[in-house]
């Protein structure tokens, strides 16, 4: 597989260092943090935007608004964008404010999907003392039960999908077998990425994470793990499927995700690399879970 080029990071655009200067000056923005492609050495490009999140009081809001509509104080405005948000060729500001911002990303968030938005991101401006730091760490990572959880739920979503795909393809269904095959990748992900306490990255970075952040294991490192992927992708080849589910039970055993194997029975063996018998033995394997 080739490795793009890794380049430096282009200069941050006038529009973006502009309004870093007119944020910070605002009492009223407690926090900025810059993400996307411009927080991750290598990924930015000439087209590439400045993803900003700006965190303001919780009070700041309403009084903000009002003082874009009375008459003016003496404390400098934030600037309209950290009210109404911007979208421009060189600038994506997404206001949030703190109380919002303490939940962004999270577990039953509406926007958990952004999480990964703050593994590798740069806290521009904090003025509570680290909180905003402390914020954006909590996002980045999975502590320990939250993995545990989440390997768990997933690890049983990529196991259905698996074998959905390989049921299918037995009763002559290759395109719905082809579907499912597909869609264990991103569980497949997950799993992988929450047996390590790590966020589960955008497709975009999930090159870059895995060779400038790699996982350790040699079954993991880029360019034995994405090929795999791809090949999954591209026709839901059985061997490879089975390859690779074989590596992430094995991961999985370690991990102490046994019993959600084992709950499978016997429709599991068919998953397997044929011949193949678990990498541990079932008796005990849920001990300590």
């Known amino acids: 597989m080739q490795h793009p080029a890794q380049s430096s990071t282009p200069p941050a655009s006038a529009e973006f260092t502009d309004f870093v ?7 009223d923005v407690v926090g900025l943090v810059l ?62 404010s703190l109380s919002a911002f303490r939940a962004h990303g999270l ?102 994470e895995l060779r400038n952040h790699p996982l350790g294991a040699p079954q993991w490192a880029a360019d034995v793990l994405v090929p795999r992927i791809r090949r999954i992708l591209a026709d839901g080849d059985l061997d490879t499927q089975r390859a690779l589910f074989a590596t992430v039970e094995h991961a999985a055993r370690r991990a102490g995700h046994g019993s959600v194997l084992d709950s499978w029975g016997a429709d599991i063996d068919p998953l397997r690399p044929q011949g193949r018998s678990p990498s541990q033995p079932h008796q005990g394997v849920g001990q300590g879970e």
């Open 35 to 96: 993400s996307g492609s411009r927080a991750r050495q290598g990924m930015a490009t000439a087209r590439s935007d400045h993803d900003v999140y700006v965190i303001t009081a919780d009070r700041a809001t309403a009084s903000t608004t009002a003082s874009t509509t009375t008459t003016p104080t003496t404390s400098p405005a934030a600037p309209p964008a950290v009210v109404e948000g911007r979208r421009s060729p060189a600038l994506d500001v997404m206001p949030l």
């Open 21 to 27: 200067a007119r944020a910070s000056a605002s009492p």
């Open 107 to 208: 577990p039953g968030d509406a926007h958990a999907w952004d999480r990964y938005a703050f593994a590798h991101c740069t806290v521009l401006l904090d003025r509570l003392d680290g909180t905003i730091t402390q914020l954006v760490q909590e996002k980045a990572t999975l502590e320990g039960l939250e993995a545990h959880r989440l390997a768990r739920s997933e690890l049983d979503a990529y196991i259905n999908s698996v074998y959905r795909s390989l049921k299918s393809h037995c009763d002559g269904r290759p395109a719905v077998a082809h579907l499912d095959a597909a869609e264990s990748v991103p569980y497949l992900l997950t799993v992988v990425f929450a047996l390590h306490q790590r966020v589960r990255p955008y497709n975009k970075y999930l090159l870059w």
